[in-house]
Nanobody, 124 residues
Framework: VQLVESGGGLVQPGGSLRLSCAAS????????AGWYRQAPGKQRELVAA???????NYADSVKGRFTISVDNVKKTAYLQMNRLTPEDTAVYSC???????????????????WGQGTQVTVSS
C-alpha cells in the first residue's frame, strides 16, 4: 500500500491548508490514520490520529485548530489546518494501517504504511 501526501505549501500566518493522504493499492479498509510532523532540528511528533471507530487524538499545540478525518470510500485521510502559525512549519507525513482484503481482516493481517511527506511553511 502506498500513501501519497499533497496539499502542502507556503501560507501566511493565520491561514489554512488541507493536507490529503491518498492510499493506493489493494485496500479493503483503512482502520487508523495519523499525521506526524518534523521541523528542522526537532524530533518527529504526532499531530493528530484517528481510528475507524471515530476516536481522535490531537497534540495539545494543535487542538481546536486542526481536524483529522478519513474517507474510507476514497481511501484518503485529511488534515484540515486552520489558524496556522510559524511554529507549524514542518514536513508533514501520514501513516495509515488497515486491511488489504477481507481475508486479511479475518486473519488479522494488518498493513502499515508511511507517505513521503509534504512541506508546510507558515511565513509572512
Amino acid at each position: 500500500v502506498q500513501l501519497v501526501e499533497s496539499g502542502g505549501g507556503l501560507v501566511q500566518p493565520g491561514g489554512s491548508l488541507r493536507l490529503s493522504c491518498a492510499a493506493s493499492g489493494s485496500i479493503f479498509s483503512l482502520n487508523a490514520a495519523g499525521w506526524y510532523r518534523q521541523a528542522p532540528g526537532k524530533q518527529r511528533e504526532l499531530v493528530a490520529a484517528t481510528t475507524r471507530g471515530g476516536s481522535t487524538n490531537y497534540a495539545d499545540s494543535v487542538k481546536g485548530r486542526f481536524t483529522i478525518s478519513v474517507d474510507n470510500v476514497k481511501k484518503t485521510a485529511y488534515l484540515q489546518m486552520n489558524r496556522l502559525t510559524p511554529e507549524d512549519t514542518a514536513v508533514y507525513s501520514c501513516n495509515a494501517e488497515g486491511w488489504r482484503s477481507y481475508a486479511d481482516s479475518v486473519n488479522g493481517v494488518i498493513f502499515n504504511s508511511w507517505g513521503q511527506g509534504t512541506q508546510v511553511t507558515v511565513s509572512s
